[in-house]
Structures are given as C-alpha cells and as structure tokens.
C-alpha cells in the first residue's frame, strides 16, 4: 500500500507561481513511477506530468510544458510540482498518483491522493 498525501495548493493570480508537494508512504512508495492529474470542474481528470522512480526521465502534458516542472527527493520520499506562469486554466484540482506501470493513463495508477484545489485568477 503506498498512501499519497497533498499539499500546496492556494489561489494566486496568472504569471504567479506555485509548488504542490506529495508526501508518500509505504514500504515500496520510492519504487513507483509517481505522476500528477488534475481535474477542472465539468472535465475529466487529465495527466499533467510524470517522472521515474529514478527520477531522471519526466514526463509533461504538451499544456504545461516549460512551465511545469515535476522532481522527487526519495530519501524524503517526496515529490514536487513546480508551477510557474499560472493561467487561469490551470485552475483545478490536482492530484498525485502512483503507479508500476504506465504513466500518462489514468487507469495506470493504483494510488492516489486526496487532491489539493489551485486556483488562478486572471
């Protein structure tokens, strides 16, 4: 069982910046392939970015790349998402996810957590 707790998430304004943080727990949590979605109201939830469990290959939506950047400090067995040059929509819920297989599917991932709420005012 992996548990995924996150963080971070607040209102701000376009061209702000944000980081959520995931804290995960769990004897094998350092092993997954960790990812974040998020989910617009009305919408599906979509992938925003992924990364390796050795955390040198990511993985970005085409909408957030150069802006999004997803890292992971395993010793704290942690990972971040960096947002900068926030749009209004960005505004979404954003949830982290595990998983040991693929990662820009949703039905990939085993774990996740409760999602924390983002929101960009124009």
């Known amino acids: 069982q992996v548990q995924l707790v996150e963080s971070g998430g607040g209102l701000v304004q376009a061209g702000d910046s944000l980081r959520l943080s995931c804290a995960a727990s769990?004897?094998?949590?350092?092993?997954?392939?960790m990812g974040w979605f998020r989910q617009a109201p009305g919408k599906e939830r979509e992938f925003v970015s992924a990364?390796?469990?050795?955390?040198?290959?990511?993985y970005y939506a085409d909408s957030v790349k150069g802006r999004f950047t997803i890292s992971r400090d395993n010793a704290k067995n942690t990972v971040y998402l960096q947002m900068n040059s926030l749009k209004p929509e960005d505004t979404a819920v954003y949830y982290c996810?595990?998983?040991?297989?693929?990662?820009?599917?949703?039905?990939?991932?085993?774990?996740w957590g409760q999602g924390t709420q983002v929101t960009v005012s124009s």
């Open positions: 990364i390796e469990w050795s955390g040198f290959t990511t």
């Open positions: 996810a595990a998983t040991l297989r693929g990662v820009r599917s949703r039905d990939s991932y085993d774990y």
């Open positions: 769990g004897r094998t949590a350092s092993s997954h392939r």
